[in-house]
């Protein structure tokens, strides 16, 4: 019998999903024409989404490690927890996690282009829109507009797991998902508590 478990996880958002990758175009390497003023740029949105080329919205699964991570420090190992046995065995096996959400008017048949795309309403009951806030620069302590893209919530995804039971048994796993949803959350702006979900499968492959 194998030590090596992969279960598939299912994911219903509780709260928004808010977007904001911070990759090489949040920073390009070549000069643009700029957009915007330095910490309030409308058009910020289009570098930190995440969107396939049909429109579909995705997450890395580093932020499926993360959020699990997360949530295993609450579970109990001596006078610590198991969060370093869990980082230490487990693997998200996706390269993209796909959410069940596209951009308006998607899929039309045609490739996405997040240079050319509309902008979204700011409609929080939309299943997609956009959001803009304040936030506060912890570098500066100045305050800047951040513009995100965000699903409302009920979005879900599907993501695949595999780790060691002999480190982590299955119960521990399941109850660090549990524990991630209601504690911790996925995606940016977890600190004001967006991201939330609960676990609606935990399927163990045979």
Known sequence: ?????????????????????????????????????????????????????????????????????GGSKFTKKGRGSIQKDMA??????????????????????????????DVPSEDPEQPIYLDVRGVRNPSTRARNVRYRIVASPEWTCSFTIMWDVTIISTAQM???LIDAGKLVGIGNARAIGMGRFDVTEFEIAE
């Open 88 to 117: 230490a065995t487990l693997q998200v096996m996706d390269d993209r996690i796909l959410v069940d959400r596209f951009f308006p008017g998607y899929p039309n048949g045609k490739a996405f282009d997040v240079e050319v795309v």
């Open 1 to 69: 019998m194998s030590n090596i478990k992969t279960a598939k996880v299912t994911i219903k958002g509780t709260r928004p999903l808010f977007w904001h990758k911070f990759g090489r175009d949040a920073l390009p390497l070549e000069k643009k024409e700029k957009t915007g003023v330095a910490g309030n740029d409308p058009e910020e949105w289009r570098k930190t989404v995440m969107v396939n080329k049909e429109g579909q919205l995705y997450l890395e699964p580093t932020y499926a490690f993360a959020t699990i991570i």
């Open 174 to 176: 399941e109850a660090s």
